[in-house]
């Protein structure tokens, strides 16, 4: 099994549209979450980190759920500028210091 | 005022060469890394350097060899390098192992 997975998508989405990414994990020792965002041809750069209690960031909401070791991430009233690579990332709890990211899920928000 | 710098930016070379890259960052993090983003756009973690000390040293062929002079700094040396090296490596760093990383542009490494 993959440290972290994702639906790798793309999904296409008309603006304004609500749009949920899923990702699970499998390390039940991780202690950090996080969700990136990755443009074209660019580094990651941290959306949001991911709290037990869920957290919110304008229109960005993220959610965790240890028991099931799931992560989520909502979007809603999607823009144009939206359109990216969103990575789920976890981090190495047993091993060191590193981040297992997922393969990432492809958006694209149109006009 | 760049968090994390990378040069090159881009590295075109030949099969078999040795070549270097290197990452600085200004963030006075204490950890640096070292990805590889392969064409499938799959990021894994290749090195982690801990105040100098290395802390991760993934499933990495040999020809690959990081250095830190110090914690602000963490170069890769590639040698003998393959087709199948070519991809986009990206350093990083954070403040901690449970902190957000902040990546560099990545060097985009193309083997011919």
């Known amino acids: 099994r993959k440290e972290v997975e994702q639906d790798p998508g793309p999904f296409n989405v008309p603006e304004g549209a609500t749009v949920a990414f899923n990702c699970t994990y499998s390390?039940?020792?991780?202690?950090?979450f996080f969700w990136y965002r990755q443009d074209c041809r660019k580094e990651p750069k941290l959306l949001m980190s991911?709290?037990?209690s869920g957290n919110e960031d304008g229109r960005f909401t993220a959610q965790l759920n240890r028991a099931s070791q799931y992560i989520s991430l909502l979007i809603r009233d999607s823009k144009l500028s939206d359109s990216a690579t969103y990575l789920c990332?976890?981090?190495?709890?047993?091993?060191?210091?590193?981040?297992?990211f997922g393969k990432g899920t492809s958006l694209l928000v149109t006009p | 005022d760049t968090a994390v710098s990378q040069t090159p930016k881009y590295l075109v070379t030949q099969m078999g060469n040795d070549k270097s890259i290197k990452c600085e960052q200004n963030?006075?993090?204490?950890?640096m890394y070292w990805y590889k983003q392969d064409s499938k756009k799959f990021l894994k973690i290749m090195f982690s350097?801990?105040?100098?000390?290395?802390?991760i040293n993934e499933t990495v062929p040999n020809r690959f060899s990081p250095k830190s002079p110090d914690k602000a700094h963490l170069n890769l040396h590639i040698n003998s390098l393959e087709l199948g090296d070519s991809a986009v490596y990206f350093c990083?760093?954070?403040?901690?192992?449970?902190?957000?990383?902040?990546f560099g542009p990545g060097t985009r490494l193309t083997v011919l």
């Open positions: 990083a760093s954070s403040n901690g192992r449970r902190d957000e990383q902040f």
């Open positions: 990332v976890v981090n190495r709890e047993n091993s060191g210091y590193a981040l297992n």
């Open positions: 991911v709290y037990s």
């Open positions: 390390n039940s020792a991780s202690q950090s």
């Open positions: 963030l006075g993090h204490d950890t």
């Open positions: 350097y801990n105040n100098k000390e290395l802390i």
